[in-house]
T-cell receptor, first 113, second 117 residues
Framework: AQSVAQPEDQVNVAEGNPLTVKCTYSVSGNPYLFWYVQYPNRGLQFLLKYITGDNLVKGSYGFEAEFNKSQTSFHLKKPSALVSDSALYFCAVRDESNYQLIWGAGTKLIIKP | GAVVSQHPSRVICKSGTSVKIECRSLDFQATTMFWYRQFPKQSLMLMATSNEGSKATYEQGVEKDKFLINHASLTLSTLTVTSAHPEDSSFYIC?????????????FGPGTRLTVT
């Protein structure tokens, strides 16, 4: 069965420090992996995706994520956190044959000044 | 990225009435649209997949007669919550899957906050 796990409900980081939001997945075929961000009372904004190619993908707002096939992970990272990065982050996966996304539970990221 | 609108952004209705939520893709054709429901501090729950020109596919546990979905064109899908009850109060979000094999991500509307009194 396909699934996504975001093991941390909340991540706290001091402004200027690097941040990591974890995601692991399980999918039967080749995974298509996505990160989205949600600000309060808003829809989701697309950050980045991995489809194929380089394992390190770069996205919006300075975020990047590394696809690790052996560990079935797709952790979201940023070298230097901003207070404005505080939001809810969702990891999602689908396989190449299906448009339907499988969602993680979300991780609340809090960046403290 | 693609632009998706939802209308209304916020609606309050009385129990027993029906509410229609519109989802529009403004700058591309969307063969497939998805309707999600999100409870506070929780992840998205897929309600149904809406395909242009055909009946929507509902997820298990979602009442198709209560949540009516109409995907009338390649740019518009509507979700109607019929005979609304307070437990239907939630944040409803649509997303679209652009037509074309080169686009893999879904694009989301800003959401509709429904409150049933």
């Amino acid at each position: 069965a396909q699934s996504v796990a975001q093991p941390e409900d909340q991540v706290n980081v001091a402004e200027g420090n690097p941040l990591t939001v974890k995601c692991t997945y399980s999918v039967s075929g080749n995974p298509y992996l996505f990160w989205y961000v949600q600000y309060p009372n808003r829809g989701l904004q697309f950050l980045l995706k991995y489809i194929t190619g380089d394992n390190l993908v770069k996205g919006s707002y300075g975020f990047e994520a590394e696809f690790n096939k052996s560990q079935t992970s797709f952790h979201l990272k940023k070298p230097s956190a901003l207070v404005s990065d505080s939001a809810l982050y969702f990891c999602a996966v689908r396989d190449e044959s299906n448009y339907q996304l499988i969602w993680g539970a979300g991780t609340k990221l809090i960046i403290k000044p | 990225g693609a632009v998706v609108s939802q209308h209304p952004s916020r609606v309050i209705c009385k129990s027993g009435t029906s509410v229609k939520i519109e989802c529009r893709s403004l700058d591309f054709q969307a063969t497939t649209m998805f309707w999600y429901r999100q409870f506070p501090k929780q992840s998205l729950m897929l309600m149904a997949t809406s395909n242009e020109g055909s009946k929507a596919t509902y997820e298990q546990g979602v009442e198709k007669d209560k949540f009516l979905i109409n995907h009338a064109s390649l740019t518009l899908s509507t979700l109607t919550v019929t005979s609304a009850h307070p437990e239907d109060s939630s944040f409803y979000i649509c997303s679209v899957q652009p037509r074309g094999e080169s686009t893999y991500e879904q694009y989301f509307g800003p959401g509709t906050r429904l409150t049933v009194t």
